[in-house]
């Protein structure tokens, strides 16, 4: 239980100072640090596959895009602005954060907590997830890939442009 | 009497947690592998640069370093007056980086900057951790080592970006970026090349994939991947996304230094440039490593009558057969411009890799053909990669040519 509190309290840290920094880098990294802090705790669960899994994904991949685009669109200056732009948005804003704030707290308090079945999860090997997946997940599996493809296409074809001078 | 042989670093391990209290023993269990792996490839280390000078030093026709020998020491009543053939360079090497002086722009980054080499030295050695040194070798033993392994080099690219931006240098960060691209490319080759051996054996753990690579054919021909068609092609591209993928020549794009000043690494010095270099070999090594787990048979002896030899020993040998292929390379070929080096990943070697994935799937489908079928299980398979092997050479091939210097 210890290890799951540090876990839980590094990954908090990581992630709230990733949106209190104005740094928009700084702010990257420590959302890549919150990333692997829930990979940790993927692997505190037992769930091996999945904790390599995020950090392959996430650490590896994602957080790349994510400062590639940060890199590629901020010209100059990668500080974000600290003052509101306006009033109403600060007020739409923080509606916002409380209404989904509320519904998540609502969720995690009204679904039923055992604390004895926590001790008898199943170790699934690599193998049989695998199975799992190909078996009776393999439409759901086939689904996502396909939407994940048309997705990189469709980004191929909005980001590119033939542009005369670009080519030699 | 091989038996002892095999065991007896675990042997000793034990004897050492022995001596300490029962709450303790777990603890000190792991840290002594750790203490283990880090002095161990830590010398590899500091012995691979001096094998490479000197080897590069042969194939280009100098002698390479042959001048440190053993320092007078007042203690000694002798001095050695042999100079070891230049074999304690790189301890002097060490000492030179250690008392350099660190400089850190002002404008730099601080934190980053510095954070850059910690964590690529952190995140290169974590891959160590996985693989099977010998029969009964492993530092920890995982269900899914192979995603680890993969999961743990990924972050690298993270470090050379902090390296890159933390140094606030248009340049370091162009070369981190440049890098980062180069990284980015080479990953999806390295990992295909090795899911058909995942497919064959059936499983992502190491251990299991070294050991499915035991046995022999008549007593000489040994089981090793690397001698079937769809291992055989793997290997290469293996190798040569290896190669791009730890920095090194003709791949050394990274940090040209004589074209990028050296990349991301312009504004490091002292010992932190030392970290990035040490960072450098030791993910070719762990990747050699994984090589030769995956494709040259692991730990498994190449003939029966030399299994007498420990399995450690032959891990090893292998992998040092491995990075002196590397530095061979390094002497004999020469370094791609930035467009070449993406177009034989994406157009060559992708679609190469994942013909070869068809092929190890048609390998894991038949098994049980033998006799005159067995035949033609190997021919198809050698078809199934060397025909669009061919066919890809041939098409992309028009227009490359030969080039033609105008001007020299």
Redesign the interface.
């Known amino acids: 239980m210890i290890a799951l509190a540090i876990i839980a309290l590094l990954t908090f840290a990581a992630a709230i100072s990733a949106f209190v920094l104005r740094n928009l880098?700084?702010s990257v990294?420590l959302l890549?640090g919150a990333w692997a802090g829930i990979a940790a705790f993927y692997l505190w669960a037992g769930a091996?596959?999945v904790a390599?899994?995020q950090?392959?994904v996430y650490?590896?991949?994602v957080?790349?895009v994510v400062?590639?685009a940060v890199?590629l669109t901020r010209q100059g200056a990668t500080t974000a602005p600290v003052e509101f732009d306006s009033l109403k948005r600060g007020v739409f804003g923080f509606v916002v954060a409380g209404g989904v704030g509320g519904l998540l707290v609502g969720a995690i308090l009204g679904s039923p907590l055992d604390v004895h079945t926590a001790a008898t999860n199943p170790a699934v090997?690599?193998?049989e997830l695998g199975h799992l997946l190909m078996g009776p997940h393999a439409a759901a599996l086939l689904i996502v890939g396909v939407l994940l493809t048309v997705a990189l296409l469709g980004a191929m074809v909005i980001a590119a442009s033939d542009k005369p001078e670009d080519t030699p | 009497m091989s038996d002892f042989l095999e065991v007896i670093p675990l042997v000793v391990r034990d004897w050492i947690v022995e001596l300490f209290p029962t709450p303790l023993q777990w603890l000190v269990h792991h840290l002594l592998t750790i203490a283990v792996i880090l002095t161990f490839f830590g010398l590899f280390f500091a012995f691979t640069t001096i094998a490479e000078r000197k080897l590069l030093g042969r194939l280009q026709n100098r002698l390479g370093p042959n001048r440190a020998g053993v320092p007078k020491l007042s203690i000694l009543p002798f001095h050695l007056k042999h100079k070891l053939w230049g074999l304690t360079q790189p301890f002097a090497d060490a000492v030179k980086a250690l008392t350099k002086e660190d400089v850190i722009p002002d404008a730099a980054?601080k934190v980053?900057h510095f954070l850059a080499p910690v964590c690529i030295v952190a995140f290169s050695l974590l891959g160590f951790a996985v693989l099977p040194f010998g029969r009964a070798l492993i530092p920890v033993e995982?269900?899914?080592a192979l995603?680890?392994f993969?999961?743990?080099g990924?972050?690298t690219?993270?470090a050379i970006?902090?390296a890159g931006?933390g140094s606030r240098n248009k340049y370091s960060?162009l070369a981190a970026?440049r890098a980062?691209a180069q990284l980015?490319s080479y990953?999806l080759p390295l990992i295909l090349s090795v899911v058909p051996a995942v497919l064959v054996v059936?499983?992502?753990s190491l251990r299991e994939i070294a050991e499915a690579q035991g046995g022999w054919i008549f007593g000489f021909l040994p089981h090793w991947h690397v001698f079937t068609p769809w291992g055989f092609a793997g290997f290469i591209i293996f190798l040569i996304a290896a190669l791009a993928e730890s920095n090194r020549s003709p791949f050394d794009l990274p940090e040209a230094e004589s074209e990028l000043i050296a990349g991301h690494l312009t504004e490091y010095s002292g010992f932190k440039y030392a970290l990035f270099f040490m960072a450098e070999y030791f993910g070719l090594t762990a990747l050699s490593g994984l090589g030769v787990t995956i494709f040259l048979g692991g730990w498994q002896a190449p003939f029966a009558f030399l299994e007498f030899i420990p399995s450690y020993l032959w891990f090893m040998l292998k992998l040092a057969g491995m990075i002196v292929f590397f530095i061979w390379v390094r002497g004999t070929l020469l370094r791609l411009r930035i467009d070449q080096l993406t177009r034989l990943s994406w157009q060559f070697l992708v679609p190469l890799a994942l013909i070869n994935l068809v092929n190890g799937a048609f390998w894991a489908l038949t098994p049980g053909w033998s006799g005159p079928m067995l035949a033609v299980r190997w021919a198809v398979s050698a078809a199934l990669i060397v025909i669009p092997f061919l066919l890809l050479a041939r098409r992309l091939n028009p227009g490359r040519g030969p080039r033609t210097y105008r001007y020299a």
Do not use: N, Q, R
């Open positions: 880098i700084h990294l890549v091996e596959f390599f899994a950090v392959l650490v590896g991949a957080s790349m400062l590639f890199l090997s690599v193998k | 980054d980053l995982l269900d899914a995603l680890y993969f999961a743990a990924t972050a690219e993270l970006f902090m931006w960060l970026m980062l980015i990953e059936g499983t992502l």
